[in-house]
Each structure stands twice: as structure tokens, then as C-alpha cells.
T-cell receptor, first 112, second 115 residues
Framework: GNSVTQMEGPVTLSEEAFLTINCTYT??????LFWYVQYPGEGLQLLLK?????DKGSNKGFEATYRKETTSFHLEKGSVQVSDSAVYFC???????????FGQGTTLQVKP | GAVVSQHPSRVICKSGTSVKIECRSL??????MFWYRQFPKQSLMLMAT?????????EQGVEKDKFLINHASLTLSTLTVTSAHPEDSSFYIC???????????FGSGTRLTVV
């Protein structure tokens, strides 16, 4: 079946450090891939997305490239800020029903 | 942009009572909405897909008689947790399709505590 696997957290970084959160997926067909961010006590916000192989999604300094050959969609940011502290979810969607399948989430803590 | 309003944000109820959670699309029509449940420090589990004017489609293992979903209009879907028990305490989140690839908007979630 379809699934998403993220690196386990929490990830703790100092401000201005480089961030990578790994995400790999298993899916039939050609899924769309997403990164969502969840701040404490809130719902999810779409951070970025990619709908086909080699697409790069980017937003607010975050980037992720859809790698079909490695079935990956790793999230990166060159210089994190304290305000980036949140839980990050990788997700995929494969069909017209619109169901999203989420990874387990990775907590990021950025310290000043 | 598309906004989904979810209410209440927090609710505390006694065991055995029912709780209704509303999810409204404010500036678009949502023919399909999704209800998720999130346990502490865990991922989101899809509970059901709500389609306007028809019965909801529940995921395997989700009790449809306990988690009643109604999608009576293009802008409103409701989740009612019936005869709530402490194990139903969780964070419930709705989302709506807004069209196009990746077109999902999430509500802000409801923290349900059953005492």
C-alpha cells in the first residue's frame, strides 16, 4: 500500500543552522507530494508541494525536490529561525478521492 | 485564499455525552471534506471522507455509529462524537478540497477532552 516515512525527531538545531528532514514514500502510480507544518495547538498549513518528478516545491525558504528515482521528498532550509519550530509532516496523494497519507511527523526545535 | 473555519477549538465534555464539531468553508464550496484524528505526538489518521449530499465513507476501523458525519451543504460538514468516552479524547482536524492538485485547506482543529 501507499505510505510515507519520515525521519524520527525531535530535531534540535541552533538558529541559522541548515535543516534537512528526510521523507521517503511508497506509492503506486504518480503521487503528488506535500509538506505541511503544524504549529502548537493549530491545524496544518501547506508549506510546499510538488506534483511530478523533478519538480521543486519552495516556500518561506524551505525547499523539497520530488525524486522519483529515490522515492524521496526531503525538506531543506538553509538557515532556520526560532519561528520555524513546529511539527513537519510529509504527505502524499495518489488518487482522485483526494485522500492524503501522512508520515508520522517530525518535530523541529530551533534554539536561539 | 480558501479558508476553513473549525469550531469549537476546544471542548471538554462528560463521558456519555455527545459533542458536535463544525467545519465550514468560508469563501468556497467544498463538495468533499475530510476528517482526521491526531493523537499526541503522532500523525494524522484519516477517519472519513465527507461528500456533500451523500453518506460519508469511513476508513477501516472507524465506527460510523460513534463518529457521525453530516455534510448537508456545500459549506458545512459536521462530526458528532456520540456517547463520548475518555479514549475519544484527541485532536480532530477537518480539511476540504479546494480544487487542483494539492488543493487542500485545513481547519485549525478541535481539542476534545472527555472527562
Amino acid at each position: 500500500g501507499n505510505s510515507v516515512t519520515q525521519m524520527e525527531g525531535p530535531v534540535t538545531l541552533s538558529e541559522e543552522a541548515f535543516l534537512t528532514i528526510n521523507c521517503t514514500y511508497t506509492a503506486t502510480g504518480y503521487p503528488s507530494l506535500f509538506w505541511y507544518v503544524q504549529y502548537p495547538g493549530e491545524g496544518l498549513q501547506l508549506l510546499l508541494k510538488a506534483t511530478k518528478a523533478d519538480d521543486k516545491g519552495s516556500n518561506k525558504g524551505f525547499e523539497a525536490t520530488y525524486r522519483k528515482e529515490t522515492t524521496s521528498f526531503h525538506l531543506e532550509k538553509g538557515s532556520v529561525q526560532v519561528s520555524d519550530s513546529a511539527v513537519y509532516f510529509c504527505a502524499l496523494s495518489t488518487d482522485a478521492t483526494g485522500k492524503l497519507i501522512f508520515g508520522q511527523g517530525t518535530t523541529l526545535q530551533v534554539k536561539p | 485564499g480558501a479558508v476553513v473555519s473549525q469550531h469549537p477549538s476546544r471542548v471538554i465534555c462528560k463521558s456519555g455525552t455527545s459533542v458536535k464539531i463544525e467545519c465550514r468553508s468560508l469563501d468556497f464550496q467544498a463538495t468533499t471534506m475530510f476528517w482526521y484524528r491526531q493523537f499526541p505526538k503522532q500523525s494524522l489518521m484519516l477517519m472519513a471522507t465527507s461528500n456533500e449530499g451523500s453518506k460519508a465513507t469511513y476508513e477501516q476501523g472507524v465506527e460510523k455509529d460513534k463518529f457521525l458525519i453530516n455534510h448537508a451543504s456545500l459549506t458545512l460538514s459536521t462530526l458528532t462524537v456520540t456517547s463520548a468516552h475518555p479514549e475519544d479524547s484527541s485532536f480532530y482536524i477537518c480539511s476540504a478540497m479546494t480544487g487542483g492538485a494539492g488543493g487542500y485547506t485545513f481547519g485549525s482543529g478541535t481539542r476534545l477532552t472527555v472527562v
